[in-house]
């Protein structure tokens, strides 16, 4: 079946400093999307990618689609404590329609005091 | 306005009971999703709502689990003769027609005993 995988499993940094994620796929997907979960909250949806190639930025946060549309990335710049987190990946297929999400196994980011 | 919410916030069940978890999606939302979260991983897809289409269930373990959705509204998971490996977070989300989930709701924590 469809796999995400998405590095690192987590990541420890200072606050101010820029941060980088991605996933990849062995399937081609419609749709990337990058999730944020604080713990004992459900996720919550921070960025939608549609075209191969697209880069979109909501505030200190940048990703792309890649341009084999099998994977993407999630940049955070100058992070702050409040960027603690889960963050995921997740790939959106079409069959019919109908919509399927597949995720990734999560970014657990850690800010050192 | 209000958010995707979903009750119980926790369960803790002994094996080979039966169980359910509801979910209350945002108002006028026609679709819905149900997903599971092990701890550590990312979520699995269980069934996806549109509207008054026939329900995507192909992500539903096994025949102990169901959902229904009642009124285009109010949705119910039903696990029966629940097992050790159904523990997990089941989370609801909700979106207009033919647009990604946003946001999830707080999830119900399974403990099964």
């Known amino acids: 079946g469809q796999q995400l995988n998405q590095s690192p499993q987590s990541m420890f940094i200072q606050e101010g400093e820029d941060v980088s994620m991605n996933c990849t796929s062995s399937s081609i997907f419609n749709t990337w999307l990058w999730y944020k979960q604080d713990p004992g909250e459900g996720p919550v949806l921070l960025i939608a990618l549609y075209k191969a190639g697209e880069l979109t930025s909501n505030g200190r946060l940048t990703a792309q689609f890649g341009i084999t549309r099998k994977d993407s990335f999630l940049n955070i710049s100058a992070s702050i404590p409040s960027d603690v987190g889960i963050y995921f990946c997740a790939g959106q297929l079409r069959t019919d329609s109908n919509y399927q999400l597949i995720w990734g196994a999560g970014t657990k980011l850690i800010i050192k005091p | 306005g209000a958010g995707v919410s979903q009750s119980p916030s926790n369960k803790v069940t002994e094996k080979g009971k039966d169980v359910e978890l509801r979910c209350d999606p945002i108002?006028?939302?026609?679709?819905l999703y149900w997903y599971r979260q092990s701890l550590g991983q990312g979520l699995e897809f269980l069934i996806y709502?549109?509207?008054?289409?026939?329900?995507?269930k192909s992500g539903l373990p096994s025949d102990r689990f169901s959902a229904e959705r009642t009124g285009g509204s109010v949705s119910t998971l039903t696990i029966q003769r629940t097992q050790q490996e159904d523990s997990a977070v089941y989370l609801c989300?909700?979106?207009?027609?033919?647009?990604?989930?946003?946001?999830f709701g707080p999830g119900t924590r399974l403990t099964v005993l």
């Open positions: 108002s006028g939302h026609t679709a």
């Open positions: 709502f549109q509207g008054n289409s026939a329900p995507d």
């Open positions: 989300a909700s979106s207009p027609q033919g647009l990604t989930a946003r946001g």
